[in-house]
């Protein structure tokens, strides 16, 4: 029969053991996910600079801030840059936005347009829609993407931007409806709430500002 002090010996090594083991598995989830964050935002700063041309991206300063707001699409915080010319005036905006409603779930998106309405950019971060078919909003898979820079959003109630099956100006692709309707709305939304910017600026100095 062991003896007391061997029972609490091995006890305690166990003890030792289990809390190495837990304290060892957290670290190794706190560095995968670390990791896989650093990942993701260095594919974001890679669309981030392919959401705008070069020759356009680099006249601008840019600033960044959190913001909540209906017309992205969800109730979460979304990263908003504001782009300055080199005297400090701001022109455009690239913000972080979410079409709710694709087919196959959300589809997030950065969008970039002056404030003046016109898009210098659309891009899609990562979304669920089926390969083959509602993949085609990926730059990698189409250029149907592209379509959407130098178009110009009056308003909420544009009637030209939307697909052509509607009565709007923006052709859909082959095979799919929800999808691009999806992406189509919520540019147009995200570039209405860009518009709005310049009366709100003042009021971005917070650490999220919902409005």
Request: glycine share 6%.
């Amino acid at each position: 029969m062991k003896s007391f002090k061997e029972i609490l010996k091995n006890g305690f090594l166990m003890s030792i053991f289990s809390t190495v083991f837990i304290f060892g598995t957290i670290l190794i989830n706190n560095i995968t996910k670390n990791k896989i964050i650093c990942q993701k935002e260095k594919e974001k700063k890679k669309i981030l600079e392919e959401v705008i041309p070069c020759n356009i991206y680099n006249t601008f300063e840019k600033k960044n801030y959190k913001i909540k707001n209906k017309f992205l699409g969800d109730d979460k915080t979304h990263n908003l840059w504001i782009l300055f010319k080199k005297n400090k005036t701001p022109e455009a905006a690239i913000v972080e936005t979410t079409a709710p409603d694709g087919y196959s779930g959300s589809i997030y998106m950065l969008v970039a347009a002056y404030f003046n309405g016109k898009i210098i950019g659309v891009r899609v971060l990562s979304h669920k829609e089926t390969p083959g078919i509602g993949d085609k909003i990926e730059l990698s898979v189409s250029d149907w993407i592209s379509k959407f820079s130098g178009m110009h959003v009056s308003s909420i109630k544009d009637k030209d931007f939307t697909l052509r099956k509607y009565g709007g100006k923006i052709e859909q692709f082959t095979g799919a409806t929800i999808t691009p309707q999806s992406v189509t709305n919520a540019v147009k939304k995200t570039v209405v709430f860009i518009k709005n910017i310049p009366s709100k600026f003042n009021l971005l100095d917070g650490d999220v500002y919902e409005y």
